[in-house]
């Protein structure tokens, strides 16, 4: 690959290389299945395919608080999607998403089965389904879908923009990594001044605006994401600690962090999660072998 700084674009682009980056073997210009596979189905009413990225983790996270708040009916089964493999190009999985990416959810709790994708889509689906985590009432309701589509559109900038970059190019490009560090450390002081006197996203109610972000930028101030907490200074963003920390307090989130996880400490990794009890199961079989 040629210094990106010498680089002089072509009058029309081909894809006729490698670019060597991260996710190379996964990268293609164009949509569609690249081979013939059926997605498993379970016995529960919803068949999510997913794995624990943070996009992945908003919908185990909302999934185990419907559960944790006493509606049974969110029960679930969870399949793992391993995108490094390309699972997301099966023709099963296309028809779910036809944009191949996690997390892509099939409801079959009523008449006709319902498909969905994009993460935000979903939230608001079971949101919406169990009346649970979006306010009915305005104000509340308007912000926490503010906040929520504040989220779908600024995640890419810290996720494919800055993450990118920093963690997965094969050369580090100064001026690219400058423009998303700027970025992200811009978002991430909109969330501070936002949680100096709210206690979550939409004020005093925990909502699926607060599930949507906690995983990107919790996760960012928390020193999860991209080894890059040091770099971006996020321990000046004392607000969004401390609401990532009451966040991360809840029991349901740490459920969902593990669901399809297969990375990290093997004591917190669920593949796949077809019941409650996988979690002890789970846990006590991995420590055990530790
Ligand atoms: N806007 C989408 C983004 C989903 C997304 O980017 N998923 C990534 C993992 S975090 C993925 O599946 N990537 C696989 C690929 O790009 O081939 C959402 O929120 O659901």
Known sequence: MSDSTEYTPPKIWTWNKPNGGEFASINRPIAGPTHDKELPVGKHPFQLYSLATPNGQKVTIMFEELLAAGHSQAEYDAWLIRIGQGDQFGSGFVEVNPNS?????????????????????????????????????????????????????SAPFLGGGFGHFFAYAPVKIEYAIDR????????????DRHLADHEYMAGSEYTIADIAIWPW?????????????????????????RWADR????????????????????????????????????????????
């Open 101 to 153: 990416k996690i997390p892509a959810l099939m409801d079959l709790s009523g008449k006709e089965p319902i498909r969905i994708f994009e993460s935000g889509a979903i939230l608001m689906h079971l949101a919406e389904k169990f009346g649970a985590f979006l306010p009915t009432a305005q104000p509340a309701r308007a912000e926490a879908l503010s906040w929520l589509f504040w989220q779908m559109g």
């Open 180 to 191: 998303y560090a700027m970025e992200t450390k811009r978002q991430l002081d909109v969330l």
């Open 217 to 241: 930028y919790g996760g960012m101030v928390k020193g999860w994401n991209y080894g890059a907490a040091e770099f971006l200074s996020v321990q000046e963003y004392k607000n969004v600690l």
């Open 247 to 290: 966040i991360y307090a809840r029991p349901a989130v740490k459920r969902g962090r593990m669901v399809n996880r297969t990375s990290g400490n093997p004591a917190g990794q669920l593949h796949e999660r077809h019941d409650a009890s996988d979690f002890d199961t789970n846990t006590q079989d991995k420590v055990a072998a530790e």
